[in-house]
Each structure stands twice: as C-alpha cells, then as structure tokens.
C-alpha cells in the first residue's frame, strides 16, 4: 500500500473541495484533492443548472399558453418532452465540462480518487491502495438525495433530482415529494410542461417561509396552479406500471414519484467516530460557522456537508474559509474567524420566493408591507401575485431581513440582502433613486410603511407614484 503525507487534504471535490484546495494551494503548501464519484459539483449536474434549465422551457411554455390575455393569441401549445430533456442535458453537460476543466488544471500528483475514511484524525485511508498521513483535513464530500423508507417498496418508480435529469423524456404524471425550494421549483415546472403533477408534504410550508401570513399567501398563489397537499401523512403501494399515495384527503395513482424531501450530508461512508470528532445527533461534526474548525481538532467542514446554508454561494465561501485555516494549522498558525455574509435563498419558482436575513427575531421587530397584486409594473407584465415583508429594529431603524413571494424576487432580493449587510437604514433607503415603473418601486411602498412606523416620515402611502403622476 503507498504511503504519503501533506499539509492539507480536501475530501471531495464539489463547490466547497476546489474552493477550499485553491485555498490552501498557497506558498508551496502541498494539498491532496480526493474524490471518490465522477467529478463535478451537485450544482452543475443534479441541482441549480440543470433544475434551472428545465424551468425556463416551462416558463416558456406558460408564457406561450398565457400570451392570450396581451391579445396574442398563439396556436395550441405543444411540448415535446425529449427535446425539452436533450436540451437540459446538452447545457447541463457543458456547464460540468467547465468544472471538470478546473479539476483538469490541478496537477495529478495533487489528485487521489476513491472513498476517503478516517484512520484518526491525521490519517485517511483511500480505497486499499493509499493511506494519506495530512497534519489537516477539510470534509468538502457534499449532500446526497434522501429517499424515505416508506418509498422503499416502489422505488423502481422513484425519482430524485440525481436521476430526473437523466430521463430521455418526461413522464406522464409525478407525485413530488417536498414542497421545499427543490420540490416547489420542478413541481411547477413539470405542470407547465404538462406532466400531470401533485406536489406532497409532511409539513405545510412552501418554499422555506417562515411567516404565516407569507406562507398562507403562498398556499393560494401556488395552489391556484399546481396541486398541492400539505400537512398529510402519506401512504404508498406499487400498482401496475405506478404508484398509489393514499392520504386523509384522498387517493391518486402516479407513473412516478419525485422526493425532494431534503438532502443530508454524504458523511456515512467517512468512519467519522474514528477521527475521534464530536458529532450531533445527525452525526454531523460540531463546528464553529466562523472558522469552520471541528471542535478543536486539525479537522474542517465546508459546505452542504455541514448541513448549513447548503447553497452554491456559502459552499464557495465556506471552502476558501475551511481551506486557508487548515493551512494555518498545518503551518502551527491560529485559525483566524470570518464574518458570514447575509443569509440569502431563493426559490425560482413563478412568482420566486426568497428570505433573506434575520427572519426569526420578532422582538423590536417593525414590519413594511408592499402588495404586487396592485403594483404598477407587475400588472403590466400580468405578473400581480405576490407580496413583500420588510422587517426593520425598532430602535435603530436598520434593515434586518425580508421574506417575500414576488415576480423576479431574485433581483430585488439582492439589493435587500445589501443593505442588511450594510446596516442600511430605512430612512436612507428610502431617499435612493427608484425609477418607474419597476418592479422594485415594491420595495420604496415597504420603506415608507416603515418610516411611518417609526415616525420619521409623514404617511404618503396614498399618494404614492406606482401607477404614475399620482393623485
């Protein structure tokens, strides 16, 4: 068995491992990238891009089936499912071809494939063909789809966001499984593409709301189009060529079932009681969100294998973190912390959803409202669905989160989520340029429902510019 050592070594090479190996790839340091699947991040393969791409051909098709209420009037719309597939697939593809490029570019002395596991804390054995001695380690090894037990008698008719992708064409009816981002966005989409689609959950919030009136708001917009059925204990039998899902309310046979019920971290083929490392009741290593250091040990987590904000843009963050501490620990040197960005996720669902900030603190907590089903430029584009929650502090006016359901919400949820990060004020937001008509004049209604709360301005909330030279 080959017997080697470094100074750092990232199990896995996803978002996470490849930020965490440039990371550490400083000043002659030496760093061992292991991978034991086909490279490549969840992102470019299971997760944004191609989920992405199949929600723009379904929007295209709702867009075309809708165009009557402009007066345009189109002939019957006709989707042809493997050609919607082949294209999610050959942009897929090439958006892995570039992570593998930067795979490609780390030398192949630098690389290892096969499943890592703890020997202790310093010492991995890859496969039986390697044992990897690293004064420090970054777990970087990513989530994995999680299908429950109760599926396990049809699970010939399973699908997750792993195998949807890789079908020719698309089914005939699903049952998703998840009304989290995930199950909401491919749910919506395989309606508009015409798949016969149910979406199911335990729990009866969509798209990770946290406040009730947004997420009862939500169960109108999004029920209005797509099925849905929450808050129900599900149970499942195989019938011939599908499934049957049994609930309190009823009964349905579907070709298929899509779970989205959540992706845990892909730790369990790591040994981790072995590397001696205090685990929570997941068996997740404890760590510090700021360093990303294991307890006190020589060990370091980024990214979805953390269970913590798994999203593209943290798993970066994380990694570049995760990957220049365990340098300095290799090199004797104190861990140093960093301050995580605001919180941020979005839903690309139609209308989007997103939450952004400090969303749980509702002591001092002000509330400013805007409604985009009477908002100026969301009827002109026959997108009025959907509302805004700006929560400001009492006491000093600043800007500390929002939630909202609203067309385009990716684009003003950026401009919230910096101010957040700025400790912007309500008052000097408000006095910033807001064009019209726009989508985020939402956001200036908000602003001045708060500046009434917190007596800084008059009530102008009648008089506002939404439609034009106001009354």
């Known amino acids: ?24 790839s400083v000043d002659g340091a030496s760093v061992m990238l292991i991978e034991s699947g086909a490279p490549g991040t969840t992102c470019a393969r299971v997760g944004c891009m191609p989920s992405k791409l199949l929600i723009a051909a379904a929007d295209v098709a709702h867009q075309a089936a809708t165009a009557s209420v402009f007066g345009v009037e189109t002939a019957p719309v006709r989707i042809d499912g493997r050609v919607v597939m082949s294209r999610v697939r050959a942009e897929r593809d090439r958006f892995v071809r570039s992570v593998l490029q930067s795979c490609e570019r780390i030398p192949q002395h630098g690389k290892l494939q096969g499943q890592a596991r703890f ?8 496969d039986d063909h390697t ?6 380690v970054v777990i970087a090894t990513g989530s994995r789809a999680s299908v429950p037990d109760v599926f396990a008698a049809v699970a010939h008719r399973v699908l997750t966001n792993e195998s949807l992708f890789e079908r020719d064409t698309l089914p005939a009816s699903v049952a998703v499984i998840g009304a989290g981002a995930v199950g909401l966005e491919l749910g919506q989409a395989l ?3 015409g798949v016969r689609t149910a979406i199911f959950d335990h729990d009866d919030r969509i ?7 947004l997420n009862r708001a939500a169960h109108r917009i999004f029920g209005r189009e797509v099925e849905l059925h929450l808050g129900v204990e599900l149970e499942v039998s195989a019938v011939d060529d599908g499934v ?15 779970v989205a019920a959540g992706r845990p971290p892909r730790l369990d083929e790591l040994d981790l009681p072995r590397s001696g490392l205090p685990l929570d009741r997941h068996g997740v290593p404890e760590f510090d969100v700021r360093t990303l250091r294991c307890a006190d040990r020589d060990v370091f987590i980024a990214g979805d294998a953390g269970a913590w904000r798994p999203l593209l843009h943290e798993a970066a963050d994380a990694g570049a973190i995760a990957g220049a501490n365990a340098l300095r620990v290799a090199r004797g040197q104190p861990v140093q912390a960093q301050e995580r960005r605001t919180p941020l996720a979005i839903v690309f669902s139609d209308p989007q ?119």
Not at 119 to 126: F, G, K
Not at 131 to 136: I, K, P, S, T, V
Request: net charge neutral.
């Open 191 to 193: 309606h508009r593409l």
């Open 131 to 136: 044992r990897l001695h690293a004064r420090a």
């Open 353 to 471: 959803i997103a939450v952004i900030g400090d969303t749980q603190a509702h002591r001092h907590r002000l509330v400013g409202r805007a409604d985009f089903g009477d908002q100026g430029r969301a009827r002109v584009m026959n997108r009025h669905n959907g509302c805004l929650q700006l929560y400001a502090d009492a006491g000093s006016g600043r800007i500390t989160g929002a939630e909202l359901i609203a067309p385009a919400a990716e684009h003003l949820s950026h401009l919230i989520a910096w101010a957040v990060q700025r400790q912007a004020r309500v008052g000097d937001l408000l006095s910033l340029p807001f064009y019209h008509p726009t989508l985020e004049e939402a956001l200036r209604t908000a602003l001045r429902d708060l500046c009434v709360q917190l007596c800084i301005a008059p009530d102008v909330r009648a008089h506002s510019m939404e439609y034009g030279p106001a009354v």
């Open 207 to 213: 798209g990770g709301l946290q406040d009730e009136t």
């Open 119 to 126: 020997v202790d804390a310093h010492t991995l054995q890859i």
């Open 1 to 24: 068995m080959k017997q080697i050592s470094c100074d750092v070594a990232v199990i896995g090479a996803g978002s996470a491992g490849l930020a965490a190996h440039h990371a550490a």
């Open 244 to 258: 049957r899902l049994q609930w309190s309310g009823g009964a349905a046979e579907f070709d298929y079932v899509l």
